[in-house]
């Protein structure tokens, strides 16, 4: 996909052995296969594979030992077949595999699409007049995915309706027991507020679990989502989770994975968080209010997230080279988070 980096790093696998796999499988395949890995940082490692005759895409499993239901390559291929027939522009997938004597772990191919994707919200590589538009896009992604009857695609088992918020804030509690490094009163707070302010309602939507500009690929010059990318954490959720998770920029600072906190929006040609709201109820997304408890948790997420990868480099076995940067920031988040409680 057009606008990730790419690396000459040489595969963990046998590239001929996936050449040879691809071409008895995949109709009009012939001649040599070029590899190039995909940047990027993301957690299942990505490759481009090139035929004179089809450009495409594989995501496998990373190496090693994994916990049971971490990279899942098998629910992101599932989402994005389900979701092929319907308004939320995916890659048309092409194949799955889990035999593991080809490239080592499961993995699936995807056709390769053409386009641009945005690793900050500020995006600075859009002139300011025209950066709403692209927000105006994302939204009405967002409220597309949501609109989708996911038990009609296909997916009623694809998580558990209901007590969304009840089972993650318990869920990321438990994480957090389990990757901690240091002590941090801002967490303790949350972990005691959360439980006891979870909003009345419930509803369950598909939820991509990282819906943020970096997962989305725009077309090569229009402000229009040609792809919602990384289904790796999708599940049924409540929808205010990916809301909120879209927002968290708003409440973050430019060295916090670019945010946008105390830059003058009108400026930069920015939404503010409630009119990038509006845009998504406009487009039929979800009647029930964004709340500072929907912000807090996706904060303390994101937290528990940065800690988990502090805890990989603490102990050697982080992806990232950057992972001790990387997980120092789990304190800023949380503090961000402890803020919209008090």
């Known amino acids: 996909m057009a606008s990730h980096s790419t690396s000459d790093t040489v595969p963990e696998f046998d590239a001929e052995r996936l050449a ?16 190039a890995r ?25 190496p090693g ?3 049971p239901s971490a990279h899942a390559v098998d629910r992101e291929y599932r989402a994005l077949r389900a979701l092929a027939n319907t308004e939320v522009p995916v890659p048309n997938t092409v194949l799955y595999c889990d035999d593991r004597s080809v490239v080592g772990t499961p993995f699936y191919v995807m056709d390769k699409l053409e386009g641009r994707v945005f690793a900050h919200y500020t995006l600075p ?17 967002l409220a597309r995915l949501h609109a989708v009857d996911w038990a009609a695609a296909g997916l009623g088992d694809f998580g ?11 869920r990321w509690t438990r994480q957090w027991e389990a990757s901690r490094t240091r002590d941090d009163a801002n967490i303790d707070r949350l972990i005691a507020w959360l439980p006891a302010h979870i909003p009345q309602g419930d509803s ?3 939820a991509h679990g990282d819906f943020r500009f970096g997962n989305l690929m725009f077309h090569p010059t229009e402000p229009r989502v040609v792809a919602l990318l990384d289904w790796e954490l999708s599940t049924l959720g409540h929808p205010l989770a990916d809301v909120a998770y879209s927002c968290m920029a708003w409440h973050t600072g430019v060295d916090e994975f670019g945010g946008m906190r105390g830059l003058d929006l009108v400026a930069e040609g920015i939404p503010t968080q409630e009119e990038y709201v509006a845009h998504y109820l406009r487009a039929g997304g979800h009647r029930e209010p964004v709340t500072n408890f929907h912000l807090a948790f996706s904060l303390f997420r ?41």
């Open 160 to 170: 558990r309706p209901g007590n969304f918020f009840q089972r993650q804030v318990a």
């Open 125 to 141: 590589e859009i002139a300011p007049a025209e950066r709403r538009a692209y927000y105006v896009a994302m939204a009405e992604t």
């Open 20 to 35: 040879i796999y691809l071409r008895d499988r995949i109709p009009g395949l012939s001649g040599p296969m070029r590899l």
């Open 302 to 342: 994101f937290a528990v997230i940065l800690e988990g990868i502090a805890a990989r480099a603490r102990s050697g076995s982080a992806a990232a080279h950057d992972a001790q940067q990387v997980g120092a920031q789990a304190a800023g988040f949380a503090r961000r988070a402890a803020a919209l409680i008090d």
């Open 65 to 67: 030992d994994l916990l």
């Open 38 to 62: 995909i940047g990027g940082g993301q957690s299942n490692p990505t490759f481009y594979v090139d035929f004179e005759q089809r450009a495409m895409v594989l995501r496998k499993q990373p």
């Open 204 to 206: 369950t939507t598909i």
